[in-house]
């Protein structure tokens, strides 16, 4: 029993920032592993980005490696998605996800799921 809503997306140019954020209720956030996904128009959705529930491993897909950078503020109950250096393929609407266990990269993996926020980037 584990709600999650994402915030953050929105419409900015290609080379620009944007910041997801992900907040999670009913149950303890802390030992939840948290994931990040994205669906694009005409495509599966993708695996984009995961943090343990301690916050010391993490997974990127390689098209954001150096990119985006998740994180995690158990005091808040909160994961994030920091993405820098935006690109027209980047937009998708972006998933929040949690399992129970670990860093897990398949969706049939996750157990929870966010509604998702769109993130649109202009050329």
């Known amino acids: 029993q584990v709600q999650l809503v994402e915030s953050g997306g929105g419409l900015v140019q290609a080379g620009g920032s944007l910041r997801l954020s992900c907040a999670a209720s009913g149950r303890t956030f802390s030992r939840l592993t948290m994931g990040w996904f994205r669906q694009a128009p005409g495509k599966e959705r993708e695996f984009v980005a995961v943090?343990?529930?301690?916050?010391?491993?993490?997974k990127y897909t390689d098209s954001v490696k150096g990119r985006f950078t998740i994180s995690r503020d158990n005091a808040k109950n909160t994961v994030y998605l920091q993405m820098n250096t935006l690109k027209p393929e980047d937009t998708a609407v972006y998933y929040c996800a949690a399992n129970l266990g670990g860093l897990e990269t398949s969706t049939s993996e996750y157990d929870y799921w966010g509604q998702g926020t769109q993130v649109t980037v202009s050329s």
């Open positions: 943090i343990s529930w301690s916050g010391l491993w993490t």
